[in-house]
């Protein structure tokens, strides 16, 4: 089972905004941060933003700061990835991950749980 769904992607024009959502296996995930990560094709996974249990603390790529916001809804236990005004270099897969530890997201080190991803495709 994966405790990780992804959903939300799709094809967009340059401009538009995209919600991407993560579905959150219930209690396994009380405590953890969680965030969201990026691969395009042929390039190294990049970090895009994470967020602590409490949502007190966050954090963004310079990338995407300005651009994307996170949010969680810890009752239901889903994460959320508002992208607002993509560019096509914005393109790639988007994975959502938890850890204990937000510094683990923010790193991609020793991350404990993603899930399969959902593409996001931006055309100019």
């Known amino acids: 089972q994966v405790p990780l769904v992804e959903s939300g992607g799709g094809l967009v024009q340059a401009g538009d905004s995209l919600r991407l959502s993560c579905a959150a296996s219930?209690?396994?995930?009380?405590?953890?941060?969680m965030g969201w990560f990026r691969q395009a094709p042929g390039k190294e996974r990049e970090f895009v933003a994470a967020?602590?249990?409490?949502?007190?603390?966050?954090y963004f790529a310079d990338s995407v700061k300005g651009r994307f916001t996170i949010s969680k809804d810890n009752a239901n236990y889903t994460l959320y990835l508002q992208m607002n005004t993509l560019k096509p270099e914005d393109t790639a897969v988007y994975y959502c991950?938890?850890?204990?530890?937000?510094?683990?997201?923010?790193?991609?080190?020793?991350?404990?749980?993603w899930g399969k991803g959902t593409l996001v495709t931006v055309s100019s």
């Open positions: 219930g209690r396994a995930f009380s405590g953890y941060a």
């Open positions: 967020i602590s249990w409490s949502g007190d603390t966050t």
């Open positions: 991950a938890a850890d204990l530890a937000i510094y683990a997201i923010r790193s991609l080190r020793g991350m404990q749980y």
